[in-house]
């Protein structure tokens, strides 16, 4: 069974405030993906990380994936309100397992004004 | 709205008794995939479809959950003789085959109360 660990759990800042959201795993992934969800929505994807050492910008958000495969982060300068949410990591396995996506139990970040 | 659709958005039922989710995924989508999720946490994987195939089922599903896709489009979860253990946001989701980095498309989810 493969299983994502994030951390941490909970993150209350301040508008403009720096964070980073780590996403861990013994298992060898073949992706890693971060999705974002919102209360009452569905979760929307970030990103989608293939390669080991990986690093994918998107505005004030940089996404690492690990040299092995293992783990992977997510760091975003200057928070801003609009950034509250759940965040996800998501990734597939290898072999006959790549059409699965497991889920970490996610991130909740709130940014106050 | 071309997304992921899901019925009914909301469901409260009394214990013992039997619930039926619909999902209708984007159309071209071959897999669809189900998700069972509880407040503040991620998504815990339940099965997925490509086409009509069931190819993966959770060993945390028991046997009174059960799913189809018997025309490879809409799918149902079915879950029997609910208990209150069973009260969670069921989520679907459908992507196209793009190998390891197709992106997961995700319905708004059916809430689900066992009273």
Same mark, same amino acid.
């Given at each position: ?6 951390? +941490? ?29 919102? +209360?009452?929505? %569905? ?9 080991? %050492? ?44 790549? %059409?699965?996506?497991?889920? %970490? ?7 106050? +004004? | 709205?071309? /997304?992921? !659709? #899901? ?6 039922? $009394? ?21 069972? #999720?509880?407040?503040?946490? /991620? ?5 997925? @479809? ?6 993966? $089922? ?6 009174? @959950?059960?799913?189809?896709?018997? $025309?490879? !489009? @809409? !799918?149902?979860?079915?879950? #029997?003789?609910? =208990? #209150? /253990?069973? !009260? ?10 793009? /190998? ?7 319905? =708004? ?7």
């Amino acid at each position: 069974t493969q299983l994502l660990e994030q951390s +941490p759990q909970f993150l209350s800042i301040q508008e403009g405030e720096n964070l980073t959201v780590y996403c861990n795993s013994s298992s060898v992934f073949s992706s890693l993906q971060w999705y974002r969800q919102e +209360p009452g929505e %569905g979760p929307v994807l970030l990103v989608t990380v293939v390669t080991g %050492g990986e690093v994918k910008k998107l505005k004030r958000l940089t996404f690492q994936f690990g040299d092995a495969r293992k783990d992977s982060s997510l760091h975003i300068t200057a928070a801003q309100p609009g950034d509250t949410g759940l965040y996800l990591c998501a990734g597939r396995g290898g072999g006959t397992s790549y %059409g699965k996506l497991t889920f %970490g139990q996610g991130t909740i970040l709130t940014v106050h +004004p | 709205d071309t /997304g992921v !659709s #899901q019925n009914p958005r909301h469901k409260i039922t $009394k214990r013992g008794q039997n619930v039926t989710f619909r999902c209708d995924p984007i159309s071209e989508h071959n897999r669809l995939y189900w998700y069972r #999720q509880t407040l503040g946490q /991620g998504p815990e994987f339940l099965t997925y @479809f490509q086409n009509e195939a069931q190819l993966e $089922k959770s060993r945390l599903l028991s046997d009174r @959950f059960s799913a189809e896709r018997p $025309k490879g !489009s @809409f !799918s149902t979860l079915e879950i #029997q003789r609910t =208990e #209150q /253990g069973d !009260s969670a946001m069921y989520l679907c989701a459908s992507s196209a085959i793009q /190998g390891v980095a197709g992106e997961l498309f995700f319905g =708004e989810g059916s809430r689900l109360t066992v009273l």
